[in-house]
């Protein structure tokens, strides 16, 4: 009597995709906030005036509490709107997880103030308050997927090879 083999779930192509694919996006992401960051060193100085602010509460991150200031800027004669704090595509500048130091920064700055900003000087409708440096989990993230995507390649490999030795 034949006894069907029994695919364990590790053994799935499905199960290997994912660990194949979790950290290539995981990569992808960290790779875009890098070269956001990279790419604002380039930015050059202007100045904008604050239109409105405000406070608010995030779900997610260490940071609950963050800013929100709108304000315009002109560019050869063109005007540009938006309340991007950060050049970074992943940032908790602006926010704090204490409510009160954030209502303070934000009650010192009035509306119609004029405020530095920085914006491509190429493409002008992308612009930050600040210019969001380089930190050490940045790299951090990228070797750590980096890491798992070579031991899920080698995993995936050694189990294809597995498989073709027992066929």
């Known amino acids: 009597m034949g006894s069907a083999k029994i695919e364990k779930p590790r053994d799935s192509i499905l199960y ?22 990279f790419n604002a060193r380039s930015w050059v100085e202007g100045h904008a005036t604050v239109l409105s602010k405000d406070v608010y509460q995030r ?24 309340c991007k704090l950060s050049s970074s595509t992943f940032s908790d500048i602006g926010c704090n997880r ?19 900003i920085y914006y491509d000087k190429n493409f002008p409708s ?19 997927a980096c ?4 031991a899920a390649s080698v995993y995936i490999i050694n189990s294809i090879s597995k498989r073709k030795s027992f066929t």
């Open 126 to 144: 992308n612009y930050a308050i600040e210019i969001d440096g380089f930190h050490f989990f940045d790299f951090a993230y990228m070797v750590v």
């Open 147 to 150: 890491l798992v995507i070579s």
């Open 59 to 82: 779900d997610s991150g260490g940071h609950p509490w963050c800013e929100k200031i709108t304000y315009r800027y002109s560019i050869d004669g063109r005007f540009y709107e938006g």
């Open 16 to 37: 290997k995709l994912f660990l194949m694919f979790f950290p290539l996006i995981f990569l992808c992401i960290t790779f875009i906030d890098i070269v956001s960051k």
């Open 98 to 116: 204490n409510q009160i130091k954030i209502e303070e920064r934000i009650n010192s700055i009035p509306l119609g103030a004029v405020i530095s």
